[in-house]
């Protein structure tokens, strides 16, 4: 009991580095009222790939997207002090960090910003 682990990912290894390719300028699709920066729409790359985009501006009829993760470029740190209770919750925790890394999936807002 008492031990720390810690566990740091580079950005290759996490969320990637920041792509200025993915920020993009769209006319509005939707009269601006109902548009607010922050919101986050669904939209496909060449591919078919879904990436998530977030509005990041809204100014004469034209919309700034943005598809980063917000930590894009970002190092990672998982930190954990064992207190008897959280050992099992760590490797949970790490096995599903490690696949949604692995699989490119983005994990869910609840696990990873509280």
């Not at 290759?12 to 580095?17: C, E, I, L, N, V």
């Not at 930190?79 to 008897?84: D, S």
């Not at 925790?93 to 692995?102: E, G, N, R």
Request: net charge negative; charged share 25%.
């Amino acid at each position: 009991m008492g031990d720390t682990v810690e566990i740091t990912l580079e950005p290759s290894d996490a969320f990637g580095d920041y792509d200025e390719g993915l920020v993009q300028m769209e006319p509005a699709a939707f009269p601006s009222k109902d548009l607010k920066v922050g919101m986050q729409l669904e939209g496909e790359d060449e591919t078919g790939e879904v990436i998530l985009y977030t509005i990041t501006n809204i100014e004469n009829g034209k919309v700034i997207v943005d598809g980063n993760h917000p930590w894009a470029s970002g190092r990672v740190l998982f930190k954990c002090t064992e207190t008897g209770q959280t050992k099992k919750m760590l490797s949970t925790l790490m096995c599903m960090a490690s696949a949604a890394i692995t699989t490119k999936v983005p994990p869910t807002h609840s696990l990873w910003k509280g």
